[in-house]
């Protein structure tokens, strides 16, 4: 049996039906927008762990030449996938400081 539709209801669908598409457009731009910002996160994430295994080598490079009873070595950069990190070594008395910018 089919349903009839009043005159002054046609409206009122095509208004819920603009609605609906709102909403799931509004739906899908966020969860684009939160897996963007997590790509985000995740590529900062591996910067940062990157720079923390150039550090560890840097450490073994200082203690190598110390080793060698040779002077500390000075400032180096490192490329690892596309990216430059750069060494620095500061030492005040027995402390050790290792400078890794990325």
């Given amino acids: 049996m089919p349903i ?9 669908v095509f208004i819920t ?9 509004i739906l899908a731009i966020s ?3 939160i897996s963007v910002g997590q790509v985000m996160i995740s590529e900062k994430q591996v910067k ?3 720079a ?7 450490l073994g490079k200082y203690f190598a030449s110390q080793l060698n009873n040779s002077t500390a070595p000075g400032p180096y950069s490192e490329t690892i996938d596309g990216h430059t990190f750069s060494v620095n070594f500061t030492t005040s008395g027995t402390q050790l400081d ?4 990325y």
């Fill in 31 to 33: 969860i684009i927008s």
């Fill in 52 to 58: 923390e295994m150039v550090a560890s080598g840097a």
């Fill in 4 to 12: 009839k539709i009043i005159k002054s209801e046609k409206g009122v």
């Fill in 17 to 25: 039906v603009l609605m609906i598409i709102m909403v799931m457009m």
């Fill in 98 to 101: 290792i400078d890794v910018g």
């Fill in 48 to 50: 940062r762990l990157q």
